[in-house]
């Protein structure tokens, strides 16, 4: 965004927009098309009517991500395996800057359109439920039950340990050394008896189609992947904060990017979110440069 003489419209503003749009969608090229959308309307509005820019903005956003996750309901139903959101990587040597990990992504997305946007605004973004009311067309009422009946499955779905910082680059690290070196009596004890591996590639590129549910499942693929990584070598781009996860970017065969994030509980890994579909991953390394990370800032509240 530029700014106007009547209205100036920082990019914080932006990012900030850019933040609820992507919470919303799950996805960053989504949530950029609905921003530079909201932009285009405002440019087209009766701006010296408008008492608050920000507000008019965030309620066009959030009307146009309720617009977007009608049709993208539609287009996940039909979806190639597992879905998860688009990757979002912290910048080296930061800690996460939100507390919407991927685990709640997840969880964002078995809400109702509603739901979803009433929690996010209400309880993430910190706007009132008059406020809320203004960018749904609810009444404040509706609103406040609608955060409530999301709060109590977001609850459910956040993590209960977190593994951060130096802790959690340590665990990514034993994870991808006994995962790509086929030391299988190191990697049983990093996992947990529960544990799920998802492998989204959207039938762009090769991935299981259905989760690896418990241990005995996840070590037979690993088992499996094993003789893969022996012919074909993952490339480690670094170790990062993927989601507000510890984990890692890889180059794999064929240059295929993928981003690995582990969720914890009691230092063992409960959960595994292997992003492969290129589709999801070209925020992340543009096309004329060695792959580039890059982050959604959380410096505009």
């Known amino acids: 965004m530029t700014e106007t ?19 919303m969608l799950g996805s960053v090229a989504d949530a950029e098309d609905v921003v530079q959308d909201a932009w285009v309307r405002w440019l087209a509005s009766d701006r010296k009517a408008v008492q608050e820019p920000a507000a008019f903005l965030r309620t066009i956003v959030t009307r146009l991500c309720l617009n ?6 539609r287009r996940r139903e039909i979806y190639i395996g597992p879905w998860l959101p688009e ?10 800057t939100s507390d919407i990990t991927l685990p709640v992504m997840i969880a964002l997305e078995r809400l109702s359109p509603l739901e ?7 309880d993430v973004f ?16 509706t609103c406040r039950k ?4 999301a709060r109590t499955h977001i609850h459910e779905a956040r993590p209960r340990f977190t593994a951060s910082g130096e802790h959690g680059r340590k665990l990514a690290a034993a994870f991808f050394t006994a995962s790509r070196s086929g030391d299988m009596r190191a990697l049983r004890t990093l996992l947990a008896e529960d544990i799920v591996v998802y492998a989204d590639g959207g039938g762009k590129v090769p991935a299981t189609i259905a989760p690896a549910v418990g241990l005995d499942a996840a070590m037979k693929l690993f088992g499996a992947l094993v003789r893969y990584f022996a012919r074909s070598p993952s490339r480690l ?18 240059d295929i990017v993928q981003t690995t994030a582990l ?11 292997v992003t492969r579909n290129p589709q999801k991953l070209k925020h992340l390394v543009p096309s004329d440069e060695p792959p580039l990370i890059s982050s959604l800032s959380a410096d505009c509240q």
């Open 126 to 141: 910190g706007m009132s439920f008059d406020e809320v009311a203004d960018a749904t067309g609810r009444e404040a009422a």
């Open 116 to 122: 979803r946007a009433a929690f996010l605004l209400h």
């Open 263 to 273: 969720q914890f509980a009691n230092a063992r890994i409960v959960a595994i979110y």
């Open 5 to 23: 003489s009547a209205h100036p419209v920082c990019s914080n503003l932006r990012r900030h927009l850019t933040q609820m749009a992507y919470r």
């Open 68 to 73: 977007e996750l009608k049709s993208a309901r």
């Open 146 to 149: 609608l955060a409530s009946r």
């Open 237 to 254: 781009i670094r170790y990062a904060t993927i989601n507000g996860l510890p984990g890692f970017i890889t180059v794999e065969s064929d």
């Open 87 to 96: 990757p979002i990587v912290d910048p080296e040597d930061e800690e996460p």
